[in-house]
């Protein structure tokens, strides 16, 4: 695949969630696509359905939830997932080794391919004495080193396309740059497509070559991500980078903005 394939085609994508009572958009007629060995951006406040797109690539929706409209087409054949915090994704009771080869083995690699594949992305993903690490469970392990090891798991079946919903919350910012600087190897030792969730436009800079703006379930804004950093068009993309948090204001709430172009 070169890097002129269309590798993620979202088009119109509708998300709606039900409940007894009533029933809500949270994604609405998002179009979003990604080129093959592209690094690309989804930015928006929290609520705004970054999470719920990011499941209806994967066709993990909640059973509340419906895809009501819309097309997402992967011309790959296996893509992934990382979450802000491993903790929820890891099984507390199962050793690390065995949770980072289980998709292997899933995907047809014999016991001794899965381990040898294992042990090379442990260590791509900076987890340095694979023996003892594997024979840990979860809970023996810093949270930096459990996203490392989520890591490891997802690229266990050489993904084409991986998702990575803010990744780095949850961690100190040194350790944040570590995580980052695996993405970064990642472009260059493979070809993986990445869509990276995230509200640090500091990231995004490094990393990604394009961004998306959603807000209140739609995409209000795209483009190179220095064009868009540089020249933001819509209201709501120029207030959040007016109000990208520094490092002492982090938990600045974003301003509330008020204009014709919220459809609410
Ligand atoms: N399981 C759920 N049941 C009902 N509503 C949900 C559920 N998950 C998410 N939502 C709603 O969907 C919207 C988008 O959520 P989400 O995609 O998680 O936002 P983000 O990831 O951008 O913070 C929010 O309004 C949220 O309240
Ligand atoms: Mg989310």
Not at 112 to 124: H, I, N, T, V
Not at 213 to 241: C, D, F, S, W
Request: proline residues 4%.
């Amino acid at each position: 695949m070169n890097s002129s394939t269309r590798l993620l085609n979202i088009q119109n994508l509708t998300v709606e969630f039900s409940s007894k009572e009533r029933q809500f958009q949270v994604v609405k007629n998002l179009n979003l696509k990604i080129y093959s060995g592209e690094f690309v951006a989804l930015v928006g406040e929290s609520g705004s359905g970054k999470t719920i797109t990011s499941l209806s690539i994967m066709n993990l929706l909640p059973e509340n939830a419906k895809k009501t409209g819309g097309t997402i087409d992967f011309a790959g054949k296996n893509k992934s997932i990382i979450f802000q915090e491993p903790m929820t994704s890891l099984n507390p009771l199962i050793k690390i080794g065995r949770q980072i080869q289980e998709s292997g083995l899933c995907h047809g690699m014999t016991k001794q391919q899965a381990l040898s594949q294992a042990e090379k992305l442990a260590k791509l993903t900076g987890l340095e004495n694979t023996r003892r690490i594997f024979n840990c469970y979860p809970h023996e392990l810093s949270g930096g080193m459990r996203q490392r090891a989520m890591i490891a798991s997802a690229l266990m079946t050489n993904p084409e396309l991986l998702i990575a919903d803010e990744p780095t919350t949850a961690l100190d910012v040194s350790t944040q740059n570590k995580i980052l600087s695996i993405f970064q190897n990642l472009k260059n030792e493979f070809n993986t497509s990445l869509l990276l969730i995230t509200h640090d436009f500091t990231v995004v800079k490094k990393l990604c070559t394009r961004i998306y703006i959603m807000y209140k379930g739609e995409i209000v804004e795209e483009g190179p991500t220095t064009e868009v950093l540089q020249n933001p068009r819509h209201p709501y993309t120029k207030a959040l980078i007016n109000s990208i948090p520094d490092a002492k204001k982090r938990n600045t709430k974003l301003p509330v903005l008020f204009g014709d172009w919220q459809n609410e």
